[in-house]
């Protein structure tokens, strides 16, 4: 399970950054539909927080913004509570990070350097929580079921709730 696993996980993760990238193309999967969906609305929701955090981490991180990206996925779950607001927070940073990568001259390579941390982070340290939340289907049926119940807003809130947690320690990384 961990192989196929991460392979979705890295599926998603390119499909999301080349989104945010602009490349425009049918999402592969259900759950790359629903993540493009929540993690641009919690984008333009935390539209300055993010670019603020990015430059900052940019600035700091010297010649490897992917070793960069796995220290902030571990403070975004520093307490242990990983959830699917912090998930979707993550793919949202991370798509502001590849844009500005990209405006500062980076490459493909970069963007799937960035996919691949994802990847190996919530697909391989994370695969237990991922499993025991139903995996990426798991994700698409917390995201159907919050729609069929008319209830998207609620959950929209209760997920950027959750994300904000993992932005207000990302920010304490980042200042430290």
């Given at each position: ?43 333009q ?34 307490d ?17 990070l ?15 350097r ?30 159907q ?32």
């Open positions: 399970m961990s192989c196929r696993l991460r392979q979705q996980t890295l599926l998603l993760a390119e499909d999301y950054i080349g989104f945010c990238s602009g490349i425009q193309q049918t999402p592969p999967s259900e759950s790359a539909e629903a993540m493009r969906y929540l993690a641009k609305e919690m984008e929701q935390h539209r300055t927080k993010f670019q603020s955090l990015v430059k900052e981490l940019l600035d700091n991180c010297g010649s490897d913004p992917s070793k960069c990206l796995q220290s902030v996925m571990r403070e975004v779950v520093v242990g509570k990983l959830n699917w607001g912090r998930v979707v927070s993550i793919f949202a940073f991370t798509g502001v590849a844009n500005e990568l990209i405006s500062r001259g980076g490459n493909c390579e970069c963007s799937r960035l996919a691949e941390t994802i990847a190996d982070y919530l697909g391989g340290e994370k695969q237990d929580w991922l499993i025991e939340n139903g995996g990426w289907e798991g994700f698409c049926r917390f995201f079921n919050a729609r069929l119940l008319n209830q998207e807003s609620s959950m929209k809130t209760a997920l950027f709730a959750a994300a904000g947690v993992g932005l207000a320690g990302l920010t304490f990384l980042l200042v430290r």
